[in-house]
């Protein structure tokens, strides 16, 4: 198991509310948060992507996680509300500005989309509302391939009991699409909760002991890492000999571009 | 697919009865594999105040020491390795997380555990396993050393590769218990010197409890074979000891747990705990005590007393040196359940991430 995440707390302009909750955060004893600014385009408008405010400006110094000795870890992430394919911008230079990338779709066009082909981090699902599209096993297990996560948000669950019987009813056929491949992060926009009560939570979804906890760990530990990957690794250059005796400016080699961002791996046969 | 919610997290009871003056009775060494102890609770029925003998006993339990970001290459430390190898040395990382950090166990027999993450693990390089409780990837890894043992000697390969994984590769520091034997402090006073650290003393709270609901089984004379579920004995006995009501009123709906049926009510009883990192000689003592206390307690008064052993729930070693881990808890306790002639109920339960206990 690695250290508890929770991977979503929703930025709010009022400083003082961020700090109280990054406070509670450490004292549930989590290690790492993501502060998550939500993006929703629409068509009307044109609307500037949030930059995100800078950790130490935030909160100086960041408070102690409880039980442990080191202070937590605070990630910037956005999370861009999908309707329709352009709202998702794989150039756009502000997405290099945040540390986790994740999108929520709305149709099924977009949520196939997302989980086969957008680079990205994170997928959310909103469960507190009747879907409009079913889940289907190919492009869950793509996304899953890819290295993505899907997340399930439990916060309506604890308020509300209409929404906690939908919540349950997703996250559960979520689930059973994907024969417990999925791991999901579930996580609370407002109402934190301790990370054992995160995992018993995920009982309720159809997730195992081992399966829950994870959810809450190494599933996010995998999603960080994911992310550092896509924002520093973006193509490969393979050299290949074209034949053994010629000299060295006769190999070829060859460009892969994986994404547009600054870098490139350098591979040799 | 419904979650079975009424599945309680898998834990493992293991229960037995027998009698002190039976030659082939198991506690001693029972008592000895569980290798770090957290907390010792007493609870002593129809008694106020606990009789002089038993004080002393409850407030002679020997110090510890607690060292502050001690690095972990200083347990290779050449002095220090020889006061390990006479024995008796035991030692844990405090305030590291079992599921979370990289812990640390020091066992009396010179053995040290490293259970560590999988980055750590491989930055380290030292021969280790994937942990038994890992779920789908190998995300724990354990390391076991022996320092009694001739490749562990300063110089030797083992020895080598070790110190130079944990000053280069791993310079790991953690705030770190220690318990010595007795005039064992000499020895380590060079090591401590060199670091911030302080000496406790187990820290011992006693509370006098009246009109107390206990299984009446236990109260008769002599007592009555105990026919109610060894779990829900011990789930009364856990709620005496962290203070929960046991009446499942109505209007609260903190606790619906009740005492077993059929119960009595004692008009009053002592609950002690004592908290630090204990020593098996001293718990061993404390036993020794109380059945001296039943034995020469007028019939009537004292028919029972329990000694609960509570095990660190972070640390990397359970029974017997085996490996422990949290899942939803990370308990391991013994329950010793003690009559006046002699005999004794037993209980050692471990959480889910757990052996068998012996």
Redesign the interface.
């Known amino acids: 198991m690695s250290v508890f995440m929770d991977l979503n707390v929703n930025y709010t302009a009022d400083k003082s509310q961020l700090q109280s909750l990054i406070e509670t955060a450490a004292h549930l004893g989590f290690s790492t948060v993501a502060i998550n600014y939500v993006f929703e385009p629409t068509v009307k408008k044109k609307q500037e992507i949030p930059a995100p405010t800078a950790i130490s400006e935030l909160m100086d110094p960041l408070p102690v996680v409880q039980g442990r000795s080191r202070p937590i870890r605070v990630l910037n992430r956005l999370t861009i509300v999908m309707s329709d394919a352009s709202h998702f911008r794989p150039t756009a230079v502000e997405y290099r500005r945040f540390d986790l990338l994740a999108v929520q779709p709305t149709t099924e066009k977009l949520f196939h989309a997302a989980c086969m082909i957008y680079d990205v981090d994170i997928i959310c699902i909103s469960v507190t509302e009747k879907l409009p599209f079913f889940f289907k096993r190919a492009p869950v297990n793509g996304a899953i391939e890819r290295g993505l996560v899907f997340e399930v948000s439990y916060s309506a669950a604890i308020r509300d009991s209409t929404r906690r019987r939908y919540t349950i009813a997703n996250a559960v056929c979520l689930m059973e699409t994907c024969k417990g491949k999925v791991r999901p992060l579930p996580v609370p926009p407002l109402d934190l909760r301790g990370p054992y009560d995160i995992t018993n939570l995920g009982l309720l979804f159809g997730l195992s002991d081992g399966e829950a906890k994870e959810a809450v760990s190494s599933t996010c530990r995998s999603v960080v890492l994911h992310a550092e990957t896509r924002k520093t690794a973006s193509g490969i250059i393979y050299t290949v000999k074209s034949c053994s005796d010629s000299p060295p400016a006769d190999c070829k080699s060859r460009l892969h571009p994986v994404s547009q961002s600054s870098g490139w791996l350098m591979v040799n046969e | 697919?419904?979650?079975d919610?009424e599945r309680t997290?898998?834990n493992l009871l293991v229960s037995e009865r027998s009698s002190f003056l039976d030659q082939k009775n198991r506690i001693s060494s029972q008592l000895d594999q569980l290798h770090f102890n957290y907390k010792v609770c007493v609870l002593l029925p129809e008694c106020s105040s606990a009789p002089s003998h038993l004080d002393s006993a409850l407030n002679t339990f020997s110090s510890f020491y607690l060292i502050r970001k001690l690095p972990l290459y200083e347990l290779l430390d050449t002095h220090f390795l020889e006061t390990v190898r006479h024995g008796g040395v035991s030692g844990l990382s405090y305030?590291?997380?079992l599921?979370?950090?990289n812990c640390v166990a020091l066992m009396p027999n010179g053995r040290l555990s490293l259970s560590l993450?999988?980055d750590s693990f491989e930055l380290l390089g030292v021969e280790g396993k994937p942990s038994r409780f890992n779920?789908?990837?190998k995300?724990?890894f354990v390391v076991c050393v022996d320092l009694t043992d001739s490749s562990m000697a300063p110089g030797g390969r083992g020895y080598q590769r070790l110190v130079t994984g944990l000053t280069s590769r791993l310079p790991l520091k953690t705030?770190f218990l220690m318990s010595l034997p007795a005039g064992g402090g000499a020895s380590v006073q060079a090591l401590l010197s060199r670091y911030d650290w302080s000496e406790h003393r187990p820290e011992v709270s006693s509370c006098s409890l009246t009109d107390l609901l206990c299984p009446a089984p236990l109260t008769s004379d002599p007592p009555a074979p105990l026919t109610s579920d060894p779990h829900r004995l011990l789930e009364w006995l856990g709620a005496v000891h962290a203070a929960v009501s046991c009446e499942n009123s109505s209007s609260s709906f903190l606790s619906s747990l009740v005492c077993p049926e059929p119960n009595k009510k004692l008009s009053h009883a002592l609950r002690v705990s004592v908290c630090g990192l204990l020593s098996h000689q001293d718990v061993q003592k404390l036993i020794q005590e109380i059945r001296v206390y039943l034995s020469v307690s007028p019939p009537g008064s004292a028919s029972w007393a329990s000694v609960t052993l509570h095990g660190f729930v972070d640390s990397p070693v359970s029974w017997g040196g085996e490996e422990h881990g949290v899942?939803?808890g990370g308990d391991n306790f013994l329950s010793l359940m003690m009559f006046p002639d002699q005999s004794y109920l037993l209980h050692l339960a471990t959480g889910?991430h757990d052996t068998c206990p012996p």
């Open positions: 697919m419904s979650p919610l997290p898998r305030r590291t997380r599921d979370e950090d993450d999988k779920h789908r990837t995300s724990r705030d899942l939803r889910a």
